[in-house]
């Protein structure tokens, strides 16, 4: 698969919440998921298929929190994805 045609079945399967079946479908089976230090949640990196699929179980989609003095905060993320050789190999969110 082309890094085009890997980001397009990303995109549709994210647009549909799928995200289960866009790793299973599109990531290495030594892929590398990075979160932010902003995260506590996570550990920092996660290493290997099966441990992102349950990173992904454990994952709230949308972060809302609520800061000291500011109150609720809706959370917005980024994501980059890395490609080689026809599968993802790294997911790095930003915050």
Do not use: W
């Not at 890094?3 to 866009?22: M, P, Q, S, Y």
């Not at 590398?32 to 902003?38: A, F």
């Not at 995260?39 to 972060?63: Q, R, V």
Request: aromatic share 6%; proline share 2%; glycine share 6%.
């Amino acid at each position: 698969m082309t890094t085009t045609e890997i980001a397009n079945h990303l995109v549709e399967l994210c647009r549909k919440g799928d995200f289960e079946t866009a790793q299973k479908d599109l990531f290495s089976e030594d892929a590398v998921s990075i979160e932010p230090h902003e995260t506590p949640a996570f550990d920092k990196e996660t290493k290997g298929l099966d441990a992102i699929l349950e990173k992904g179980k454990n994952c709230l989609l949308n972060m809302n929190v609520t800061m000291k003095g500011q109150g609720s905060v809706d959370m917005k993320e980024l994501c980059v994805y890395e490609v080689k050789d026809g599968e993802i190999v790294s997911e790095h969110f930003f915050m």
